[in-house]
């Protein structure tokens, strides 16, 4: 087994990819490594004509999906929008190393990201020494993408400051990136196209301007419909992680993901399940992926330092860590939800004691 602790989509899959480029007989957009029907088998995973199977990488609306792949087709940007936790930046990369067969060419957007990072900066030493010319030039990956008809990603799109967003601009208008210094340009190759992420929720995000927000098509990523598909995308995700970390122990009882997330929803939608009981929500972000890693976090207890098999009291460590972000104000819901719903819960009677014990 490699021993790098997280293999790129592309690499990871590298067989899956393979697989579908051999079954894929339909029309590629020029410089795509599979067609936009296979980059859909890619992420909603299926079963080719000579059996081999795809893994899914995206659970939910299939339609969601295909409007993203068809978007990227076009000579609009993709951007994937929602609240945390849903998926966005799992999507971007997948999509990217199925469409370009390269997912590393990447932007992380923060508040300092500047102008020459989304442009290109200069090897110092080489332009002192020389000058500016193309060889002192450092493209940023967006310039790579341009200049080999791939697809570029720029992740939190809405933390870089408004003005250097701009510099998006012009690149995604005129599929072009000027260098004034050298008097030239990079013109985009076909196949060239950006996804972004953005999320609603956090703090410190600007606005998108509406000149950028009008080059790009959103797709919504919402966060699972039902209980039972948002089970079946921690169980999954849980399972792969395990093996990738390679934790001792069995994969986790169906049992006890659906306990966690049934904690996470109930406590998001300010309700229990059935309806009957109000509650309080918490201030913390109670995604898929927080729920993902309680469990993670938890099958690492019982491996480790129990006998493999995830139980309650490994469970009820991260849970409060995950529920509990504010000390006083969230404390108070997760006291109540303990008192007024685990406790009444005749099944849940472990899971309560030994949430009682954390307290
Ligand atoms: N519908 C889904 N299908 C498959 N995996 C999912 C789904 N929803 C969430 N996940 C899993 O949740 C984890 C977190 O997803 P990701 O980091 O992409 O979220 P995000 O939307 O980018 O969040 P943020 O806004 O915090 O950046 C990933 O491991 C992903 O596999
Ligand atoms: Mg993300």
């Not at 992380?108 to 332009?127: I, K, M, V």
């Not at 509650?279 to 995604?287: E, H, I, M, R, W």
């Not at 927080?290 to 490994?314: C, K, Q, T, W, Y």
């Amino acid at each position: 087994m490699s021993q790098t602790l997280r293999q790129h989509a592309e690499q990871q899959f590298a067989e899956e990819l393979e697989e579908l480029k051999k079954a894929d007989n339909r029309e590629r957009p020029e410089n795509w490594v599979l067609s936009p029907w296979a980059v859909a088998e890619y992420l909603m995973g299926g079963t080719l004509a000579n059996g081999f199977q795809v893994s899914a990488k995206y659970i939910g609306n299939r339609r969601l999906m295909e409007t993203a792949i068809a978007t990227l087709a076009t000579d609009r940007a993709l951007l994937l929008f929602g609240v945390p936790g849903t998926a966005k930046s799992w999507v971007s990369e997948h999509l990217a190393a199925a469409v370009s067969g390269d997912s590393t060419l990447l932007i992380q957007g923060t508040a300092g990201t500047s102008e020459e990072q989304l442009r290109y900066g200069w090897n110092y030493a080489e332009l002192l020494a020389k000058g500016p010319s193309k060889a002192a030039l450092v493209p940023s990956p967006l310039m790579r993408a341009m200049e080999q008809g791939k697809t570029a990603r720029v992740e939190e799109l809405t933390r870089i400051p408004a003005d250097v967003q701009d510099t998006l601009i012009t690149i995604l208008s005129e599929k072009s990136l000027p260098v004034p210094e050298l008097g030239s340009e990079t013109q985009a190759v076909r196949g060239f196209n950006v996804i972004a992420t953005a999320n609603n929720r956090d703090k410190g995000i600007n606005e998108l301007s509406s000149a950028l927000k009008r080059r790009f098509n959103t797709v919504i990523l919402p966060v699972p419909a039902s209980e039972d598909e948002e089970v079946s995308i921690v169980s999954k995700r849980v399972a792969e992680l395990g093996r990738a970390l390679q934790l001792p122990g069995e994969p986790p009882a169906l049992k006890e993901v659906r306990r966690v997330v049934q904690i996470f929803r109930e406590l998001r939608n300010g309700q229990t399940e059935d309806g009957k009981t109000k509650l309080k929500t918490s201030s913390a972000t109670l995604s898929t992926a927080e729920a993902i890693s309680v469990i993670n976090s938890g099958m690492a207890l019982a491996g480790h330092f129990g006998d493999g098999v995830l139980r309650a009291g490994d469970i009820a460590a991260s849970l409060v860590g995950a529920i509990v972000k504010d000390p006083v104000q969230d404390a108070v819901v997760w006291r109540e939800y303990q008192e007024t719903v685990m406790k009444e819960r005749s099944d849940w009677k472990d899971l309560y004691r030994a949430c009682r014990e954390q307290n």
